[in-house]
T-cell receptor, first 108, second 115 residues
Framework: QQPVQSPQAVILREGEDAVINCSSS?????VHWYRQKHGEAPVFLMI?????EQKGHEKISASFNEKKQQSSLYLTASQLSYSGTYFC?????????FGTGTRLQVFP | DTGVSQDPRHKITKRGQNVTFRCDPI?????LYWYRQTLGQGPEFLTY????????KSRLLSDRFSAERPKGSFSTLEIQRTEQGDSAMYLC?????????????FGPGTRLTVL
């Protein structure tokens, strides 16, 4: 069963913040975050391997709560380039099971 | 390093025809994955290789689908007797499986349209 992401869609003005959540009914051993723009391949953002781990890349960061089987992606001071669909993925027997996706649109 | 490449980028075919897609992974990556993505959905795993060995196939992969990675470098995905339901984006990804990290890097995909 695939991870469930919330919200399904987010609309932001440039400079606003957003949080995308990823929840799994099964144990999460690692969480991978990707961003995909329309018609393009998913682009790797970051991977979290341990519960409690937090990572950041520029103004995008993520946390991983292993006990709650959840991960959250934080986008701070959003830029137009952040627009796209964000997917979390969890590793299961060497393959990635992708979440339901969150579509993010940033307007000027 | 030029990243993962796929060819062709677009393929339009008639129902019943066979199609073949190629994926060139990042050099020295030992794992290669195939995924299928339909509009509005996340990529769904199809199969993967470690070097030349095909280690797992999803039940999504019917008998009409076959994948190879003959020399442990590039891979091909063939669909025989295509059906309209095969229309999708076919994505290839590669990784260097080493320790706990196995980051997959995706190619641009091949968009298949079956008429």
């Amino acid at each position: 069963q695939q991870p469930v992401q919330s919200p399904q869609a987010v609309i932001l003005r440039e400079g606003e913040d957003a949080v995308i959540n990823c929840s799994s009914s099964k144990a999460l051993y690692s969480v991978h975050w990707y961003r995909q723009k329309h018609g393009e391949a998913p682009v790797f953002l970051m991977i979290l391997l341990k519960g409690g781990e937090q990572k950041g890349h520029e103004k995008i960061s993520a946390s991983f709560n292993e006990k709650k089987q959840q991960s959250s992606l934080y986008l701070t001071a959003s830029q137009l380039s952040y627009s796209g669909t964000y997917f979390c993925g969890t590793e299961r027997e060497d393959k990635l099971i992708f979440g339901t996706g969150t579509r993010l649109q940033v307007f000027p | 390093d030029t990243g993962v490449s796929q060819d062709p980028r677009h393929k339009i075919t008639k129902r019943g025809q066979n199609v073949t897609f190629r994926c060139d992974p990042i050099s020295e990556h030992n794992r290669l994955y195939w995924y299928r993505q339909t509009l509005g959905q996340g990529p769904e795993f199809l199969t993967y290789f470690q070097n030349e060995a095909q280690l797992e196939k999803s039940r999504l992969l019917s008998d009409r689908f076959s994948a190879e990675r003959p020399k442990g470098s590039f891979s091909t995905l063939e669909i025989q007797r295509t059906e309209q339901g095969d229309s999708a984006m076919y994505l290839c990804a590669s990784s260097l499986a080493a320790g706990p990290t196995d980051t997959q890097y995706f190619g641009p995909g091949t968009r298949l349209t079956v008429l």
